[in-house]
């Protein structure tokens, strides 16, 4: 009964069973919170690691972002499940040979080392806060502090060799974790869509360029909200990081569609028939002409200018909004997608996602907004803005 108010409509000779799509928006905004995670956490790695200084201003920032959203990455998995405590059977029951039981592992290990990296980065902040506070907030401050209250430079150069070493193993941690979820898309076989091997570094790709464009939208905003210059110097290496990842991503995805054409299996009428009917608004429109080509020229232009001023700025943000939108078309293109190609490659099936309930839009949405509700709470506790001259 079920299944009969959840059928989806279909076209030509599709299985019964395809008519109920089991992988919804929940697990479109998996990926997508995912790969926020790993491209956050790249930008921060380009002044934790590799020293680049004008990277600087938004490195504590980028770890921030990072950890808010890794904090709600298992949320749309658990709201899927149907008896989401069962997820612990997990790492009670391990089971190494499946990709699926291999994310427990994979987020308890980065969430581990990314947390802290957190406490290394922000302890001389933390160690201050808790001798200048009181009551409560003072009683915060001191557990966190673990004990250690000494600020010296002997102190100071070991908290940023822990930091670096922890920054450097962060970073296969990151993007192993997101490029697993591509590979699971790309293992599978049973739709022509999904298997490819390209599809692991497509994945990856696309985070990284969608987190560096989350840290460009936030740094941005909150730049506005707290009244502060923006670093002219930092949105310009933001806007290089962009342009060079958004080429590769492009890239990656042209060479993907291009083999599967070019390949032509039985049934890629069918694929072609679903990226001009049920995907050709988010693919052509969403994902190519307003997501990759019109950032493209937009970086392009303001890289070629060469200056510092609003026009940087403005350029970078709305090329940085178009990129997020991008990438959120292409995890609906692949995981939607993927499911309204029929396995008889003689039909398709069009899903419409429900405005209200557990799997719809609605959750959806609420989920997404939550890590921007922890990320505001983190900053009042762990300001990330430092002056100058003052970067940990």
């Known amino acids: ?29 998996y990926p997508y919170i995912t790969g926020l995670v790993a491209g956050a956490f790249t930008v921060s790695t380009f ?24 904090t709600f990455v298992p949320t749309p998995l658990l709201l899927h499940l149907g008896h989401p405590e069962r997820a612990f059977n997990v790492m009670l029951t391990p089971h190494l040979t ?21 406490w290394f980065a922000y302890r001389e902040d933390i160690v201050a806060r808790a001798q200048d506070r009181k009551g409560l ?4 401050y001191r557990a966190l502090t673990l004990g250690s209250y000494e600020i010296s430079e002997t102190t100071r150069a070991y908290d940023a060799k822990w930091l670096k070493a922890l920054a450097i193993i962060g970073i296969p941690a990151a993007h192993g ?7 699971v898309f790309g293992s599978l076989k049973s739709r022509e869509w999904w298997g490819s091997d390209l599809m692991p570094a497509i994945f990856l790709a696309s985070a990284i360029v969608s987190g560096i464009a989350i840290v460009i939208v936030l740094y941005v905003l909150t730049s506005r909200f707290r009244k502060t210059p923006i670093d002219r110097t930092c949105m310009q290496g933001l806007a290089y990081l962009l342009w060079g990842f958004l080429i590769f991503t492009v890239v990656l995805e042209f060479l993907e569609f291009a083999n599967i054409v070019y390949k032509a299996k039985e049934g890629i009428d069918t694929v072609m028939a679903l990226v001009a009917g049920p995907l050709w608004f988010s693919i052509w429109v969403l994902q190519v002409g307003l997501g990759s080509v019109t950032p493209f020229f937009i970086l392009t232009y303001v890289i070629w200018r060469g200056r510092q001023d609003r026009h940087l700025v403005a350029g970078v943000t709305v090329s940085a909004l178009l990129i997020l939108v991008a990438v959120l078309a292409m995890r609906w293109n692949v995981v939607i997608g993927g499911q309204e190609l029929s396995k008889t490659m003689q039909g398709l099936v069009y899903y419409r996602p429900p405005i209200l309930g557990r799997e719809s839009l609605l959750a959806a949405a609420t989920i997404f907004a939550l890590p921007f509700g922890f990320l505001w709470v983190l900053t009042r506790l762990l300001p990330p803005w430092v002056p100058t001259g003052r970067y940990a």
């Open 137 to 140: 907030p003072g009683l915060f």
């Open 177 to 183: 974790l997101h490029g697993y979820v591509g590979f």
């Open 98 to 118: 499946s990709a699926f039981a291999a994310f427990g592992f994979f987020a308890s290990f980065y969430m581990i080392v990314l947390t802290i990296e957190v």
């Open 1 to 29: 009964m079920d299944a009969l108010f959840h059928a989806a409509a279909y076209t030509g000779y599709v299985y019964p069973n395809e008519t109920d799509v089991p992988w919804g928006v929940l697990i479109v905004i």
């Open 47 to 70: 002044y934790h690691v590799f020293g680049v200084p004008r990277f600087a201003p938004v490195a504590r920032f980028a770890l921030l972002t990072s950890l808010s959203f890794m």
